[in-house]
């Protein structure tokens, strides 16, 4: 028999999602009836505007005839896609080449760590996203720094007190908090990361969300962002693409590791080694997201899920709860001081019906809160607004 993964043992026995799931199914058996409704998983629920899902249908069609058939493609992607994908997300700032497409940023994550091997030392925020720590520990990472990024820094950690590290995930607009970072937090974060050389992975999946015209969509709006950082991108929340599945990172030419090798040389080594390439049909739906009319339909779904999120914030707020993000980002971030997560989490399935995320699954600075994400169809939102408003 072959021997466990020792750094398996090192995870926590589920994966947050997981977990959920199971209570959920519990909760379940023992109420067959209830009518849940899920502010829990950031999962998209609308379906995907007619001119991209006509790009998709047509993607496969062409699959059918002799003429329009393709096999494996560049492993880096349509060049098409990786074109516009620059002139609508970076104009002049990063060339097509330096563009992978991907099937997601989750997966992006998960072969990145394979650049910088097992005895790299890394800083999170807390709370985070939970695979930059698990995919790490998978890679047999033992040396991770926690960032605290709460209400009381404003959801930026205070760089002075946090030790170098070789790389720093950051995520912005944030999962959980929904925090969004400014201009001059990434100016900060830019400049200690060069005086560190630490190399920033700029988790960017929600940055369509983002509506304040003074905040940045991207690290590269940031002078020096080309010398220190890798961005991902997504066009799971910004399409609804979930389970079409598509993604990029962008790796620049500037990006070097220590021995002065290029990073981007060894990024196309493993996307042609452990990656065979994005689906063509996705990708063919992933030009259409970004041509003129897939953007205008984008643009109805994101002011959507933004309108959700407001809902939520705006009820929740006059009914005196303690409310963080939401305004730029899909996700509400809720303390409930006093009480652990997984108790607010039963007790908002329990007395609502409503699934959320329990904050502590996110890292111990998300102890006292809940993650309500707004993807849900309206009715179901405005469904869980009147659940929380009290019987009067
Ligand atoms: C549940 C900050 C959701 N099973 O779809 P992808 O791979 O392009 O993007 C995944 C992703 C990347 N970066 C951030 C994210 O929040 C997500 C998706 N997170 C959530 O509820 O936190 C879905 C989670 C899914 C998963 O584990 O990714």
Known sequence: MAVRNPRMKKLETNYLFPEINLRKHD?????????LISLGIGDTTEPIPPYITQALTDGASRLGTRAGYTGYGSEQGL???????????????????????????????????????SDVSIAVQNPTYPVYVDGSLIHGVSNIVYMPSNPENNFFPD???IPRTDLIYFCSPNNPTGAAATKNQLEKLIAFAKTNHSVIIYDAAYANYIKDPLLPKSIYEIEGAR?????LGSFSKMAGFTGVRLGWSVVPDELTYDDGFPIRKDWGRVHSTIFNGASNIAQAGGCAVLEEEGLKEIAVLIEYYLENAKILRSTMEELGYEIYGGINAPFLWVRFSGKSSWHSFQDFLDKYHIITTPGLGFGVEGEHFLRLAAFSHRENILLAVKRLRPIR
């Open 79 to 117: 060049p098409a896609l990786r074109k516009i994908i620059t002139e609508q997300f970076y104009p002049n700032r990063i060339n097509h080449d330096e563009v992978f497409i991907s099937d997601g940023t989750k997966c992006d994550l998960g072969r990145l760590q394979a650049l910088f091997g």
């Open 159 to 161: 760089l002075e007190k």
């Open 227 to 231: 010398e220190v950082a890798i961005e």
């Open 27 to 35: 909760f379940l058996s023992r109420n067959p009836h209830a009518q």
